[in-house]
């Protein structure tokens, strides 16, 4: 089994700055791809910036030039460092990831962190 612990989420002024977390554990062989992704109430989840399987990095054009996405791999983790922040960005903001372990193949989920964009 994976777990991911996401954190760093919070409430924020527009155009200040947040650094979200997630680390990845359990019995891990490879991790394939990790991100994150973000659902605001009433709209569907969606990509906000993600390490793929292909070894591209790609980013949401709403978070483009605001938004970067770091990794650890000693520590089997991502960051997300969301500066400019816009009202708009208020979600709760989940990492994925599509993780080898030592039985199987599988897409896990953290619990989310809210993230909340206000004056």
């Known amino acids: 089994q994976v777990q991911l612990v996401e954190s760093g989420g919070g409430l924020v002024q527009p155009g200040g700055s947040l650094r979200l977390s997630c680390a990845a554990s359990?019995?891990?062989?490879?991790?394939?791809?990790m991100g994150w992704y973000r659902q605001a109430p009433g709209k569907e989840r969606e990509a906000v910036a993600v390490?793929?399987?292909?070894?591209?990095?790609n980013y949401a054009d709403s978070v483009k030039g605001r938004f970067t996405i770091s990794r650890d791999n000693a520590k089997n983790t991502v960051y997300l460092q969301m500066n400019s922040l816009k009202p708009e960005d208020t979600a709760v903001y989940y990492c994925?990831?599509?993780?080898?372990?030592?039985?199987?193949?599988?897409?896990?989920w953290g619990q989310g962190t809210q993230v909340t964009v206000s004056s």
């Open positions: 359990g019995w891990i062989f490879s991790i394939n791809a």
């Open positions: 390490f793929t399987s292909g070894g591209n990095t």
């Open positions: 994925n990831a599509d993780v080898t372990t030592i039985a199987s193949r599988g897409n896990y």
